[in-house]
Structure formats: C-alpha cells, structure tokens
C-alpha cells in the first residue's frame, strides 16, 4: 500500500479554472504538508498541519486553500489558476517533531 | 528565519570516486539534518540523517559529518554507481512553538559518469 497517495498524478488544465489536490497518509503521522517543486527543482513549503490545525503558512497567494477533515487526509484547492502555477505539488507527512518526512509521489499542475 | 544554503548545485564524477555535497545553515536552533535524494520524475526520499548530539553517521556507501559549531554539515557517497545519479536535498529542522520547521537546500545534481 502507498503510505502517502496524492490524486490526481497529472492535471492539465486552462489559466482561470479552479482544481484541487487530495492528499491521504496510512501512516498515521500527526503532521502533513504541501510542497510546491518548480521547474528548477526547488522544494518550497507551502502549508504545514499538524492534527487538522494550520501550523506553516508561508507566504502563498490566498488562491491557494488547504484542508485537512482528518489527521489523514490534506487537501489543495487553487482558485483561478495562473501560468505560474505551473509545478510539481508533493504532499508529505511525518510522525511527529524531528522525524523524516515521507513524501507522495507529486502532482504535476500544467497551465495552458 | 532559517537559511539553508547547499553547494554545488551540480556535480559530476566518474564511477568509483566520492562525491561530497555541502550545506550551511544559519539558525543554531536546529537540531536535525535529513538528506533526501530524488530520482527523475520521483518523490524525494529520505537516505540518511544525523541529529544535533551526533558529529558523524554512516550507512554502508553514504556518510553524514555535522559541525554544530560552524553550522554545516555534508553528505558523502563513497565508490559512487550510475543509480546514484539523482538531485539531493540537505535540509534543517527546528521546532518553533512545539512544531517542526524544515528548510530545505536548493538541491546537488549529482551525475555519475559510467
């Protein structure tokens, strides 16, 4: 089984649409994040939760809207999409303080 | 904020010989340093990590030294193999208010040159 399943693995879509990202962990990890890769392989954190709470926000466009139902699952809403957009989104998580993150397999987000 | 930087951004080396990749960090709150490697078109995973108590770590072909005085610390590959060509990732983690905090490296571009 995938410890960290991230769907859709492909989303191509038009400038202005809104999208989202799911994100479930099976490891029953307290805490999760979203990542943002670009093009020249640069991993920046997004958001961080920590048993459905918002603990990291960095500085992302309020376009972007994450939720977490459950210490599971986080997802990645993006409204009104824009060429920038376009990266590698990977979703990870991790059992608590101090301990490696396990990470999904990405989302590849393409603007046309 | 923390500020990891990592060094060299590309590296290239011959079937056999070592590599070694740099990072330096500026918050001295930080007290745990993962590697991840990631493979083309593949998640980052983690290969090794070392934690603030510890000067070195070893896993068969892959070493990790940490300075906590001088705030870096390096990633060693020794008798290095094609399947090691992938892009590395150092990072740094503190815990601000109770919760982790990992800033990673910009990321090596390691080739291994049969």
């Known amino acids: 089984d995938t410890a960290v399943s991230q769907t859709p693995k492909y989303l191509v879509t038009q400038m202005g649409n809104d999208k989202s990202i799911k994100c479930e962990q099976n490891l029953g990890h307290d805490t999760m994040y979203w990542y943002k890769q670009d093009s020249k392989k640069f991993l920046k954190i997004m958001f961080s939760?920590?048993?459905?709470?918002?603990?990291i926000n960095e500085t992302v466009p309020n376009r972007f809207s994450p939720k977490s139902p459950d210490k599971a699952h986080l997802n990645l809403h993006i409204n009104s999409l824009e060429l920038g957009d376009s990266a590698v989104y990977f979703c990870a998580s991790s059992p608590h303080n101090n301990q490696p993150q396990h990470f999904g397999d990405g989302t590849r987000l393409s603007i046309l | 904020g923390e500020n990891v930087e990592q060094h060299p951004s590309t590296l290239s080396v011959q079937e056999g010989d070592s590599a070694v990749i740099k990072c330096t960090y500026s918050?001295?709150?930080?007290?745990?340093f993962p590697w991840y490697k990631q493979e083309l078109g593949k998640r980052p995973q983690l290969i090794i990590d070392i934690r603030s108590n510890v000067g070195e770590k070893k896993d068969q072909r892959i070493a990790v030294t940490l300075n906590k005085t001088a705030k870096h610390f390096s990633l060693h590959i020794t008798e290095t193999q094609p399947e090691d060509s992938a892009v590395y990732f150092c990072a740094a983690s503190a815990v601000s208010g109770g919760y982790q905090k990992v800033t990673f490296g910009i990321g090596t571009k390691l080739q291994v040159i049969p």
């Open positions: 939760y920590n048993n459905k709470e918002l603990i």
């Open positions: 918050d001295s709150a930080s007290n745990y």
